[in-house]
């Protein structure tokens, strides 16, 4: 296959080789399968009130929307690349033994924001990642009640596509920090306020103040990508499919991405999926770490 065909990513290369699929095949065959997820959720998000919800062990809510989209985008995905195992939210004990020893994997979050899709908020997303030797090589998240799908590669950049329809893409960058405005700071309205009152402090010092943006479940990342956020950081608990996807497109959009003590994300390394804390920034050059609450805060 001639260049266009690849990424210069070298982990995704290698997948798309050992698949035989191009880059562009890839990205449609993604998007599409993005598209029949969102609509999925929304049917039933516009009869939410009538969806069945349970709890799983750690007394998170999950619901038919959860396991509606999980199925399909397990059907799309080993119609598509076979070989490869999927590590999703919703897999099963049985469908993850012997995860560890994969050399690659999807990580996919079938409905990120199951308490926003419950309360009526709107802001949920749809993640999918590949893991190749332990690091995010592709992100996408799909942002159904905003109509895009953004999709980011490392070392071959980031886009922002229509959901639903076809169209030129949009391409994604991330914003130098620019000191005479105040620093965007990118929540959730779910964060601890004493923690988010704590973190704009410190964030102002290096900016003309902090602003606070909210958004719900992987829209963070979006807003950290397309250059309407500077920094998203994270010291509460989530899970590596939270963060996958979102840490391919931001890096991919000239981010950087990296646990609290400044080594970059490694995933399906342990018996645990609970992510690290991490700040998504969009200025690699600033340096966000010193400035991180105490962990006991």
């Not at 942002?143 to 886009?159: E, H, K, S, T």
């Amino acid at each position: 296959m001639s260049d266009d065909h690849y990424s210069g990513n070298s982990g995704l290369d290698a997948m798309l080789r050992e698949t035989k699929l191009a880059l562009p095949e890839l990205i449609e065959s993604l998007r599409a399968l993005a598209a029949d997820a969102s609509q999925c959720i929304l049917d039933l998000y516009a009869v939410a009130g009538e969806v069945a919800v349970s709890q799983k062990s750690d007394a998170s809510p999950v619901t038919e929307a959860d396991h509606a989209s999980h199925r399909l985008i397990c059907e799309g995905l080993n119609g598509l690349t076979p070989t490869i195992p999927i590590l999703s939210e919703e897999s099963t004990l049985e469908q993850l033994i012997g995860r560890r020893d994969w050399p690659l994997c999807w990580m996919i979050d079938p409905l990120d924001g199951t308490r926003e899709f419950l309360e009526g908020t709107g802001e949920f997303t749809v993640n999918i990642a590949l893991i190749v030797e332990a690091e995010a090589v592709l992100g996408l998240i799909a942002a159904p009640n905003r109509g895009y799908v953004d999709f980011g590669v490392p070392d071959w950049g980031a886009q922002r596509y229509p959901l639903f329809a076809g169209g030129d893409a949009e391409a994604l960058v991330t914003r130098s920090l620019d000191t005479a405005r105040p620093l965007v700071m990118s929540a959730s309205a779910r964060h601890r306020e004493e923690r988010v009152q704590v973190m704009l402090g410190r964030l102002s010092e290096l900016a003309k103040g902090a602003e606070r943006l909210d958004a719900g479940s992987a829209l963070k990342f979006c807003d950290v990508a397309s250059g309407v956020a500077d920094v998203y950081p994270r010291t509460s608990p989530c899970y590596e499919w939270d963060l996958a996807a979102g840490d391919a497109l931001v890096r991919a959009a000239g981010g950087r991405v990296t646990t609290l003590e400044g080594a970059p994300v490694r995933y399906n390394q342990w018996d645990s999926l609970k992510a690290p804390k991490f700040v998504a920034a969009a200025d690699a050059n600033v340096n966000y770490l010193e400035l991180m609450p105490d962990p006991d805060l």
